[in-house]
């Protein structure tokens, strides 16, 4: 998967801001923010999309969204809230095709999301 630019993160061959990282997972500062937090965190895994999860990959899942909720709590944002998101393929925006969730915070969201 070399040209993955995610897979390249995670080897650290391109630099990001890397915020939390254990053997599974990273988290890092999205590059183009569109909140005053937004986090990408990924499994180091390459799965292309969501979609992809199988059941034996729960665990991993779950991994995801507690980090989120870790990184949430750590910038002060379980009460005023946070999103969560994760695009799956054209119609939902995906442009990078290694499974990543955006954390989202530090501002009043709309919804429905556009
Ligand atoms: P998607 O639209 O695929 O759900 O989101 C991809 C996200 O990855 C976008 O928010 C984009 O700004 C971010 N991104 C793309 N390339 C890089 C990069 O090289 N470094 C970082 N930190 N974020 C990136
Ligand atoms: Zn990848």
Request: glycine residues 8%.
């Amino acid at each position: 998967m070399k040209e993955c630019i995610f897979c390249k993160i995670i080897k650290k061959e391109i630099p990001s801001s890397i915020i939390y990282e254990d053997g599974e997972i990273l988290a890092f500062n999205d590059i183009n923010p569109q909140a005053p937090v937004h986090v990408i965190i990924i499994p180091k895994r390459h799965i292309e999309r969501v979609s992809e999860l199988k059941a034996e990959d729960s665990e991993l899942a779950s991994k995801l969204i507690l980090a989120g909720n870790e990184i949430a709590g750590k910038k002060g944002l379980i009460d005023p809230g946070y999103r969560l998101v994760i695009n799956c393929n054209k119609d939902a925006g995906q442009e990078v095709f290694h499974l990543h969730m955006h954390m989202f915070g530090g501002r009043k969201m709309g919804w429905p999301p556009g």
